[in-house]
């Protein structure tokens, strides 16, 4: 390993005792035990901050198959190791010694950061030691000399942290004169905005799904969160914008068969039968061939925390598959592995904050589905409806903090009207109002209807 010496005070470096060597066998060992672990490591560490080059090599292979949505284990890891014209018997042995060591992952993120950290140091101590030389030299100025340092630290500091977020007022003007000619040339055409609900007065109330907003949808059990969903993440990939859905309740078959029924409207009975009639069968064809060509990728995990649910999402974002998120839905979030000693209403409110960080960093509109509690079903509601409230959003308020939008749907009780309410209840840069929407029979299809405002008003709404 090189040695360099500071020529000011004759200190040899040692960049070998640089290096964590237990933090990058236990996270080695802990990806290829544990298939999911790469989640939790792939934002944090690059192949190139392991000091072991078995171990860079091994991280490497994983990331490349964690890009790949490809399972990351020893099977997998080893052809990729092999497709690198590297040893797979050496690495065998060396990955079975790594596993004779590691019980799981349970503290792989802390290894990572003993990683990160080593390799700040290492980075540090190879960018300085050219100034080190330089400050011995008199004949180069000191205040160039103190510029440079200063330059290499900024250097390095970036490349690690993402920044403070500060920008000078007029770079932000200039984004909102950007963002109103964006709108004033989508008026002129006939468009909104943002991105489409597929409901027209909720794109005019709105402006569409907005880059960085965290929208709610709530609803209780039954109602219609789902299909709304369905119908918001449907319009969006027909009009260009790539989706990806998030479903923790339901299986990807399941929401693919309720979008060929919604979508060709035949009988929802008869297809789960197996007897259509001939032109419901076209027409099932046609739906099919519309669906397979949107540019929608879904997620049917069962048990993900938003951790995962954020890395995913930042991949597909990378990929080019991700202009809009839907998550369906909060409650059924893994929340264990994010707060392992807050409370339920810490744990939703932490799940709530992760959403919004979402859609921050990829710049992108979040759709996070959530339930209601039980207190919405003991009210008496006018019209044979019961129209939910803020405080009727299930386990935290912080939900409702964190939102730029909550939306609740409220369905008639009235059997055959087949229509609902879409209560617009907060928007962060509007008006709020009631939208009201027509179903079809099986509640795979939703249709727009009319809007009214504004809402009822009812005791716990506040302005906004």
Not at 186 to 209: C, M, N
Not at 435 to 444: A, D, G, K, M, P
Request: aromatic share 6%.
């Amino acid at each position: 390993m090189e040695q360099k010496k500071n020529p000011g005070r004759d200190i040899t470096i040692r960049y070998d005792s640089l290096y964590d060597k237990e933090a990058e066998e236990a996270v080695c060992g802990a990806i290829i035990l544990e298939s999911q672990a790469i989640y939790e490591v792939a934002d944090i560490l690059t192949p190139e901050m392991f000091g072991n080059p078995k171990c860079a090599n091994l991280y490497a292979a994983a990331i490349s198959l964690y890009d790949r949505s490809v399972k990351v284990d020893m099977i997998t890891i080893l052809e990729e190791i092999q497709k690198k014209g590297l040893s797979y018997d050496d690495y065998a042995l060396f990955i079975t010694e790594l596993l004779g060591c590691v019980a799981s992952s349970a503290n792989i993120i802390r290894h990572a950061l003993y990683i990160k950290e080593s390799y700040v140091r290492r980075l540090f101590l190879s960018r300085m030691h050219p100034l080190l030389e330089s400050a011995s030299d008199k004949t180069i100025d000191i205040a160039d000399l103190l510029e440079e340092t200063g330059k290499t630290v900024d250097s390095i500091s970036s490349g690690l942290d993402p920044g403070d977020g500060s920008k000078p007022i007029h770079e932000i003007c200039n984004e909102v004169y950007k963002a109103y000619s964006g709108r004033v040339e989508a008026a002129a055409r006939g468009e909104t905005s943002g991105i489409t609900t597929g409901l027209h007065k909720l794109d005019e109330a709105t402006g569409g799904w907005q880059p960085g907003d965290l929208a709610i949808l709530a609803a209780r059990p039954g109602v219609g969160k789902t299909a709304m969903m369905l119908h918001f993440a449907i319009s969006a990939a027909k009009a260009g914008i790539p989706v990806a859905l998030f479903s923790l309740e339901m299986t990807a078959r399941s929401l693919a068969e309720r979008l060929f029924v919604g979508l060709s409207d035949i009988n929802a009975d008869r297809f789960k039968r197996g007897i259509l009639y001939t032109e419901e069968t076209l027409r099932l064809e046609q739906a099919g061939d519309l669906i397979s060509s949107l540019p929608v990728t879904i997620v049917d995990t069962a048990i993900l925390s938003m951790r995962k649910i954020r890395n995913k999402a930042m991949r597909l974002h990378r990929q080019g598959k991700c202009g809009a998120l839907f998550i369906d839905y909060l409650q059924l979030v893994d929340m264990r592995t994010d707060n392992g000693h807050y409370n339920r209403e810490q744990e939703v409110a932490a799940a709530s904050r992760m959403a919004k960080i979402i859609a921050k960093e990829l710049n992108i509109p979040v759709i996070l589905l959530s339930q209601l509690n039980r207190s919405v079903e003991t009210r008496a509601a006018e019209g044979g409806m019961r129209r939910p409230m803020l405080s009727d959003l299930r386990e935290s308020g912080a939900i409702e903090q964190d939102a730029d939008i909550v939306l609740f749907i409220c369905r008639s009780e009235n059997a055959g009207e087949n229509k609902g309410e879409l209560i617009l209840s907060k928007n962060r840069n509007g008006r709020v109002g009631i939208i009201e929407f027509r179903h079809n029979e099986s509640l795979t299809r939703i249709y727009d209807d009319t809007f009214r405002y504004p809402v009822p008003a009812t005791s716990d709404e506040r302005p906004f």
